[in-house]
């Protein structure tokens, strides 16, 4: 047989499997997304740096000038309310911001079509200012710190004399398991959002309890709806790239794969670097937010030190001018505030600062501005004279001890029989 005549061999097609190239992102993708990174970074700045407190009054200026251009008084700065006039136009100086960003953005940088490690930024910052946000709050309901126990001039005011944020608050602070409850609910939450693994089940959690905290604020009218919110729509942001895969598990019952877990870097010291970081960073917000906690329970709710003059004094005989004169009580119940009660059990409360000499200086929540300074002597154990300025007027004050009262609210206590329903 001839060379020509033998079959001819066949070679095997070499098959290379080239991986697709990424999908563009659609244009109202990228757009969205540039200004969610803008405004965003700009809400939580200056996390992760907020502690410093360098940055503690950098948007002033541009507040004002906003404020100013629209008419609006923003002179009160946030001071235990999240939803002054203040943050309002914050909100509208970061949008404006925001909106800027996101054009200049779109205009240098049109080419680009994704936004893979930006992305994986974005959710590492939205991840970790909401945990620490949820750490703070969990800490401060599991030590009872937010909530309080009622106190004596709490449970003295009448419930119709009490605002909604009030009984939100007596109702949270009357029962410490449920307190601890929601505070567990929020730190498991938090601290679920600082491993890239456990960040889905972490901002879901967050998600449920941020909810039900946004819609307390908004029921009971809550100074912090606009942060709750802010919060609440982190956590489902968070959670919204694995809506689908939620949906065809829980919903659809269908199989799905690992979701992926990109990083911004591949480098292995990097990577190393980052878990040491991120540990550290996680321990020393969680042991601070502890010891800040206890200190400010020590000093204003129930384990703080009683005063000597502890109590509830009914008064006798007041030789003053202005406001003590509607006075009938005065509740001492710890060494951070006061309570006066008005005719008809109504309640104001006071900031108190004990000093030598049986001193107390004494401030208005409401208006820092106001002062107020007593001295206090007791002639004998059921006696109490008051003497000193009261918002520059003088103050003479003689009462005497009332019994403390068995209240129902706080001696009731748990019972796993109740043979009918116990509602008073």
Known sequence: MSAS??????????????????????????????????YFFLYTFPF???FTGFFFNIWD????????WIGADAAVKPNGSGDTTYNFVQLIVFAALALLITIAWSVIDRKRTRYDRAYVLFRMLLRFSLAAAMVRY??????????????LDRLLQTYGDSSPMGLLWTFMGASRVYSFF??????????????????????LISAAVMLNV????????????LYSSHLLLMALIIALPDAKRLVDFFVLHRPIAPAPLPRLTRWRWTVVLGVVVRTLIVAYVVVTGFQQTLTFSRRYNSVAERPQIYGIWAIDKSASTGESLQWSRIVFDNKGWMGVMLDGNSR?????????????GVTKRDDPTWKGRVTYAQPDDHTLVLDGT????????????????????????FHWINEYPFNR
């Not at 401060?140 to 106190?151: G, L, N």
């Not at 019994?403 to 706080?410: E, G, K, R, S």
């Open 5 to 38: 005549s033998l079959p001819e061999l066949q070679q095997p097609a070499v098959v290379i499997d080239v991986p697709p190239a990424p999908e563009s992102w659609p244009l109202a993708k990228r757009i969205l997304f540039r200004f969610a990174f803008a």
């Open 48 to 50: 992760p740096f907020d």
């Open 61 to 68: 200026t541009p507040v004002q000038l906003v404020a100013k």
């Open 138 to 151: 969990g800490i401060a309901k599991v030590v009872p710190s937010q909530f309080p126990a009622p106190t």
């Open 182 to 203: 929601g505070g567990a609910g929020e730190l498991t939450g938090g601290l679920l959002l600082t491993t890239r693994r456990t960040s889905l089940l972490g901002a």
């Open 214 to 225: 946004a819609v307390l604020n908004f029921a009971y009218d809550v100074p912090v709806k």
């Open 348 to 360: 104001r409360r006071l900031w108190t600062a004990y000093a030598t000499q049986n001193a107390i």
């Open 390 to 413: 009261w918002g520059g007027q003088p103050i003479h004050i003689v009462a005497h001890r009332e019994p403390i009262p068995h209240f129902l609210l706080t001696s009731r206590g």
